[in-house]
């Protein structure tokens, strides 16, 4: 047994590095401790005007009418806005525009609903005020006729012949391109359906693969919806300039997103909106769309002065996205001796009130770490009348875990098999072939699973009634895409550093550290910022934990851009060719004078002689973002008289590829098991047979706290992804993938009932007790 | 010759074949070669009016989802797939 403490590195790496893996501050610390970083709501413009929304009261209904007169006399009111002034581009499947997954249709209609209200909380107009409190009378006296329709509300209730239809024209795709869904053409005589996608994977014969099986297990899972919870609401202020153009504030995981869809929805040129990057208080893939800046734009524009609007607690949790409530079936065929011979699933997630639920990417995740060599997975997209659901660290891939990770566990109990043994026996290599057809990268499964395996963790005896132990890993793609860096050097041997990725898990210090490593400087000498859609190249969202991947290789370029540059600037100044010169430990040398040498200093304090300012740039795209995968293992103990959970320790060990700053991803890893035990065992919307959710607010959403959590240890594994130079493959996602199973292999080991359905909470979970001294489970 | 991997939803459009060898040195050529044998294909993956692949169509070339799209080079030996394209969060 290795001698473990918490929070340890193990590597695969010898590279010496000397920042690449050290843990400075991170540059935003200092600000954000003390209340100097500016949110979206910070912003306070001249003239300032204050938006607010009127939402829908009903889960679904028909907007007969508006009428806003009454509103628009008030005193103090400058501005009122409904659908009748957004754009409304065309939902037909096809016309889906600039490669991105929206429909600007179903966008427009979601910021402002059109025709009808398709969700409670809904919005449905939009009040611009002198003051907030004038703007929240005015919405009093905005009179909305509704014809209020029968909800629904659950997926496999939506997906029946008589079913309310959410919406009467969309188009049922069934193609390989999982779209965010459509509309029928207006001569497509097809009926309307609310199965927005359904698609499928096969690979070998299943049929086949369970004949070979000595052991089957068929099981059923269940999700609820849950809000990714971010701290800051939702804000965005809007202000129009003279010559036309469009300034909007606000918060994001990518301003070029705000860019485009104000863009879009207002109608003007993309190059006509700078969109300003406000620091963020947390997204987990929910601020990768928007909601407030397009209509503060609108009221802005109509106003003629600048307009805020910000989000109430209960408007984030009724109007912005949460994730999918899920049904699985998994069917896991094995071997006595421990081989998956077989495996299919079925995956039905609600997308909420417009299509696009993350369902591709729980379908393609649910199996990559294993070795499956038949094996059947389809997914269903489904709309509901419940808000549109938005990205939630790694996608679809917690919920289609908790299918497959608790099949395994039951296979593993049927053959009498440790479930890390099993796990190690069945694991995902580099070449192991995909269900869903790719050859696997490389990727460090068997290493984290070798690492769990010597964990004291797992052999410490864990003795007393009610308690449990349980094992589950997870897998995640994670992603890459265009990223932008500019570097500036000044004179005194400092470098600005504009980046295009929002710095929403201290990337800023990650992207900032690997220019330094480039450059031998240290990296406090490095000052990084987020620069706004006019100041810094297009940069993709920051999501699919691709920022320390993606934008690190940018800053990376563009310090081998500087590096050059100052190669050609010494050569100059020594009157030798490039190719005498190398830049070695910060400083620039002669290859065979060790008289001829500067340092990046020096050389900095002379650019403007060499011929001017020094400005290393980089617009990179980079492929191969590498998967990301991890084992976690939880103790709990049952309260039998309660039904409460306490998680008496948890060990994540995962795959970081290189850890850049390991503090960060420690901070990841422990942050993703948070949320992870809160989906596990508490948070739920808790909507009543309205289809209107009645625990929107902190006090009755139950996130857990500090004081719910033991030390959540981690284990970095370091298995280097092969596509980045210093090894970067995502960490911010995985992490949360395993949890939900792993606690309920943990209950079922505490207390011999399996709970198969989310939240595992005190009342589940007496039930389970009840049951089993009922003579069930 | 490329071997490109057709999804699963695809697979009527190709007589049931999961697994076909088309000529093509890019994702382009494969896409343009894939149509003159099974026609409806390139309908399916590629987006006249954006000259690029359809929104939501991820390529995977050799293991790699490629984030230059058409122009990915292919060679003699590839494995091409097509798949739904995943958002992070």
């Keep these: ?777 | 010759m490329p071997e490109v991997w057709i999804p699963t939803t695809m697979q009527s459009l190709t007589g049931g074949q999961h697994r076909v060898q088309v000529e093509g040195r890019t994702v382009r050529q494969v896409i343009n070669n894939l149509e003159q044998v099974y026609p409806g294909v390139k309908a399916i993956l590629y987006d006249e009016e954006e000259d690029d692949l359809q929104a939501g169509v991820a390529v995977i070339v050799d293991g790699e989802a490629s984030q230059i799209g058409l122009l990915e080079r292919v060679q003699e030996t590839s494995e091409v797939h097509f798949l739904p394209a995943i958002g992070g969060g």
């Design chain 1, 1 to 777: 047994m290795l001698d473990y403490k918490p929070n340890i590195v193990l590597s695969n790496d010898d590279q010496e590095y000397k920042v690449i893996g050290t843990r400075p501050v991170r540059p935003d610390g200092a600000d954000k401790v003390t209340g100097k970083a500016s949110y979206s709501a910070d912003i306070n413009l001249p003239g300032m005007l204050f938006g607010k929304m009127l939402r829908s009261p009903h889960a679904h209904a028909v907007i007969k009418s508006i009428d806003t007169s009454k509103a628009e006399a008030l005193p103090g009111v400058r501005a009122v806005v409904t659908s009748a002034d957004i754009l409304k581009p065309s939902g037909r499947a096809s016309e889906l525009a600039e490669g991105a997954m929206v429909n600007y249709k179903f966008l427009s209609n979601n910021v402002l609903a059109d025709g009808k209200a398709l969700y409670k909380g809904h919005a449905i107009a939009a009040v611009a005020a002198a003051s907030p409190h004038v703007a929240e009378e005015a919405l009093k006296l905005i009179e909305v006729d509704y014809e209020v329709l029968t909800p629904v509300m659950d997926a496999k209730e939506a997906m029946k012949e008589d079913a309310p239809l959410v919406h009467e024209r969309l188009a049922g795709l069934t193609t390989a391109a999982i779209r965010a869904g459509g509309v029928l053409d207006d001569d497509d005589p097809a009926r309307g359906t609310n199965i927005a996608n359904h698609f499928e994977f096969k690979l070998g014969d299943p049929d086949e693969g369970f004949a070979q099986a000595d052991v089957v297990v068929e099981k059923e899972v269940s999700t609820v919806a849950v809000h990714q919870g971010y701290i800051e609401p939702h804000s965005g202020t809007a202000q129009w300039h003279e010559d036309g153009s469009l300034t909007v504030w606000s918060s994001s995981q990518g301003q070029f997103t705000v860019r485009d869809y104000t863009a879009r929805l207002v109608g003007i040129p993309v190059s006509k909106v700078r969109a300003i990057p406000m620091e963020i208080g947390g997204g987990f893939g929910a601020k990768l769309t928007m909601y407030m800046e397009p209509v503060a734009a609108l009221l802005a524009r109509k106003a003629g002065a600048p307009v805020k609007m910000s989000m109430s607690r209960t408007e984030v949790f009724e109007a912005s996205g949460p994730t999918s409530g899920t049904y699985i079936t998994v069917k896991l065929g094995a071997t006595k001796e421990g081989k998956i011979t077989a495996a299919t699933s079925t995956l039905i997630f609600e997308a909420g009130a417009f299509p696009g639920s993350p369902v591709p990417g729980g379908a393609q995740c649910m199996m990559s770490a294993y070795d499956i060599p038949n094996a059947y997975i389809e997914g269903y997209d489904v709309v509901v009348n419940r808000p549109k659901t938005s990205a939630y660290r790694a996608p679809g891939s917690p919920a289609a875990a908790f299918a497959m990770e608790t099949a395994i566990d039951e296979v593993c109990e049927k053959i009498g098999m440790d479930p890390i043994e099993f796990r190690l026996l069945n694991s995902s290599k580099e070449g192991t072939r995909r269900v869903t057809g790719p050859l696997m990268p490389r990727v460090g499964f068997i290493e984290t699973l070798e690492a769990a395996k010597a964990h004291p963790h797992y052999s410490e005896p864990l003795e007393g009634p009610f308690r449990g132990r349980g094992v589950a890993s997870g897998f995640w793609g994670n992603n890459t895409g265009p990223s932008s860096a500019v570097a500036l050097v000044h004179p005194d041997g400092k470098i600005s550093l504009t980046e295009g990725s929002p710095d929403i898990g201290g990337t800023r210090a990650s992207v900032s550290q690997q220019m330094a490593e480039v450059l031998g400087i240290p990296v406090e000498d490095i000052n990084p910022t987020v620069g706004d859609t006019d100041s810094i190249g297009f940069t993709s969202n920051t999501g699919g934990s691709g920022v320390t991947f993606k934008t690190g290789f940018a800053a990376y370029t563009a310090a081998q851009d500087i590096k050059q540059q100052m190669i050609e600037r010494a050569a100059k100044l020594w009157e030798v060719t490039t190719d005498d010169v190398e830049y070695v430990d910060g400083a620039l040398q002669h290859k065979s004078d060790p008289e001829l040498r500067l340092t990046f200093q020096q050389m900095a304090a002379r650019q403007t002689p060499t011929g001017g300012p020094i400005v290393g740039s980089a617009g990179v795209n980079p492929p191969g973002a590498g998967p990301a995968i991890g084992t976690h293992i939880v103790d709990l103990e049952v309260d039998p008289d309660t039904g409460k959970v306490t998680i008496l320790r948890y060990t994540a060990l995962q795959d970081a590829g290189k850890a850049i700053h390991p503090s960060y991803v420690e901070g990841q890893i422990q942050g993703g098991v948070a949320q992870g035990i809160g989906w596990a065992l508490n948070e739920e919307y808790f909507i009543n047979d309205q289809g209107h959710m009645v625990n929107s607010s902190y006090l009755d959403y139950r996130m857990p706290t500090s004081l719910d959590l033991p030390m959540i240890d981690t284990v970095i594994v370091e298995v280097a992804n092969p596509n980045h130079p210093y090894g970067v493959r995502g960490v911010g996602e995985v992490c949360i993938v395993p949890p939900m199973a792993a606690i309920s292999n943990a209950l079922y080991d505490a207390i011999g009932v399996r709970l198969n359905s989310l939240p595992m909470n005190p009342g589940s979970v007496l039930e389970a007790l009840w049951s089993k001294d009922n003579g069930g489970a």
